[in-house]
């Protein structure tokens, strides 16, 4: 079975520093992973994705994140955060089996930014 | 183009009722799927779709049911509703299925 890890509930940082949020995966050969975003009452929206190719995947709003294979890790990072920036972040992950493919969320980190 | 519509926004019902969550995309995608997210837990799947016709259980089907006649639409039936399916429903459509998934604005769900 398939899993995720968020260890941290809460990641507080100052506007202007850089920012990491946490992910490991367990995932059974090549894992497909991503990053989704959610704002108060909205639905997710995804921020980046690694299928394969360079280990470092660019998204949007300026986020990025590096697949680390040897690591089983994923982590989520910004060189300079934003207030707005503050939101529930989700980790996910699945194994592409050639017909539907479901995904494995963690269980969530909340970004607090401030000034 | 709305993309991925659900309704309603919110509901409350009692114990032993049943209801239907509508689920809408207009991307002309393959697959649907329905989760439900409890605080702390991330979110869950309930069940999926791959095409009209054809869903599957996931993870936490007890409870639920679905159907897929369209292309479009994707319902998720409860039927005699429990406290424990209180929670935030969304449904997510994708075109192929290692793509990003894109998500609709959640139905808050209360039974009581």
């Known amino acids: 079975a398939q899993s995720v890890a968020q260890p941290e509930d809460q990641v507080n940082v100052a506007e202007g520093n850089p920012l990491t949020v946490k992910c490991t995966y367990s995932?059974?050969?090549?894992?497909?992973l991503f990053w989704y975003v959610q704002y108060p009452n909205r639905g997710l929206q995804f921020l980046l994705k690694?299928?394969?190719?360079?280990?470092l995947v660019k998204g949007s709003y300026g986020f990025e994140a590096e697949f680390n294979k040897s690591q089983t890790s994923f982590p989520l990072k910004k060189p300079s955060a934003l207030v707005s920036d503050s939101a529930l972040y989700f980790c996910?992950?699945?194994?592409?089996?050639?017909?539907?493919?479901?995904?494995?969320f963690g269980t969530g980190t909340r970004l607090q930014v401030t000034l | 183009n709305a993309g991925v519509t659900q309704t309603p926004k919110f509901r409350i019902l009692k114990i032993g009722q049943s209801m239907t969550l509508q689920c809408a995309q207009d991307?002309?995608?393959?697959?649907m799927y329905w989760y439900r997210q409890d605080p702390g837990m991330g979110l869950k799947l309930i069940y999926y779709?791959?095409?009209?016709?054809?869903?599957d259980k996931g993870e936490v089907p007890n409870g639920y049911n679905v159907s897929r006649s369209t292309t479009e639409d994707f319902p998720l039936r409860l039927e005699l509703a429990a406290p424990s399916q209180t929670s935030v429903y969304f449904c997510?459509?994708?075109?192929?299925?290692?793509?990003?998934?894109?998500f609709g604005p959640g139905t808050r769900l209360t039974v009581t």
């Open positions: 997510a459509s994708t075109k192929q299925g290692v793509d990003e998934q894109y």
């Open positions: 690694y299928i394969t190719g360079d280990n």
């Open positions: 991307m002309n995608h393959n697959y």
């Open positions: 996910a992950a699945q194994r592409y089996t050639g017909t539907a493919s479901k995904l494995t």
């Open positions: 779709s791959v095409g009209a016709g054809i869903t």
């Open positions: 995932v059974s050969g090549n894992p497909y």
